[in-house]
């Protein structure tokens, strides 16, 4: 997920000048793969568990991160079953909130003397932007698998800091991000957000369906996009789109 690895020796005590920088990957980690076991960080930085546990530790009295219990999948053996860690709000905010507060006054503006419908066009305008052309985009999707298109779109908006990354589910696949930078904004503007999911439907050339965003407080911003079967014409560029269980061959 891009996280730079950093071997840290020992148990961890006495580290105090390299302590801001592991702490800022240790949360890092959470906010690309969380929610994460503290055993998955140690592995994936190169921690020992006793520095990673007193990194967490720090996020947790700062109000950074907070713990779950894992799921429990079958029968769990002996001994105290695993956490679960994620970034809170204010553990996201050290990945920039920039400019939130202008933003919201500036979006009370618009609504205040341009109605809903201004607000409705500058998300939809700001989302056009960022995903590039998206009618463009579309067509460069279209011949590719459903899974290869997922793919692509979740390294664009990861290069633009939503920290995106994508799972296969039996129905479809998942565009997961992690991290939203205008998260404060959406939480009173929802317009932002149904800007970003019909600009993803239209990148990708299919209906797709929003199941969790951070701006109402879930841990990630989840975006289902069902499987299209085979044959199946794009309603965005009239071709026909591959199915990602045949990798993209012709039948």
């Known amino acids: 997920m891009g996280v730079v690895k950093n071997v840290e020796a020992g148990s961890g005590r006495g580290e105090t000048a390299s302590d801001g920088g592991t702490r800022h990957l240790v949360a890092r ?11 998955a960080v140690a592995e994936e930085l190169g921690l020992s568990a006793a520095a990673v546990r007193r ?4 996020l947790l009295a700062d109000g ?7 799921p429990t999948l079958g ?6 079953p695993a956490k ?30 341009g109605g809903e419908e201004a607000v409705r066009a500058f ?5 056009s932007a960022l995903v590039e052309s998206r009618r463009s985009l579309a067509k460069r999707f279209a011949g590719e698998n459903d899974k290869e298109r997922v793919a692509a779109l979740a390294n664009l908006l990861s290069r633009e800091g939503y920290a995106a990354s994508t799972r296969t589910l039996g129905s479809g696949e998942q565009l997961c991000q992690h991290h939203c930078p205008v998260a404060h904004v959406a ?3 929802p317009e932002l957000c149904e800007a970003e999911t019909a600009a993803f439907a239209e990148a990708l050339g299919t209906h797709v369906q929003r199941l969790a965003t951070i701006a109402r407080g879930d841990a990630v911003c ?3 996009v069902p499987a299209v079967p085979k044959g199946t014409k794009s309603p965005v560029t009239g071709t026909e789109m591959s199915n990602a269980q045949d990798g993209g061959k012709p039948a």
Do not use: I, K, N, W
Request: charged share 25%; proline share 1%; aromatic share 8%.
């Open 29 to 39: 980690l959470l906010l690309e793969q969380g929610p994460v076991t503290a055993a």
């Open 55 to 58: 990194h967490l530790d720090a």
């Open 64 to 70: 950074e991160a907070c713990e779950r219990q894992a």
């Open 75 to 80: 029968h769990r053996g002996r001994g105290r």
């Open 84 to 113: 679960h860690f994620s970034l809170t709000e204010a553990g996201r905010a050290r990945f920039g909130h920039a400019y939130d507060d202008l933003a919201v006054s500036a979006l009370r503006f618009l609504r205040e003397h």
């Open 123 to 127: 998300a939809a305008s700001r989302m």
């Open 187 to 189: 939480a009173e503007f």
């Open 222 to 224: 989840t975006t289902h």
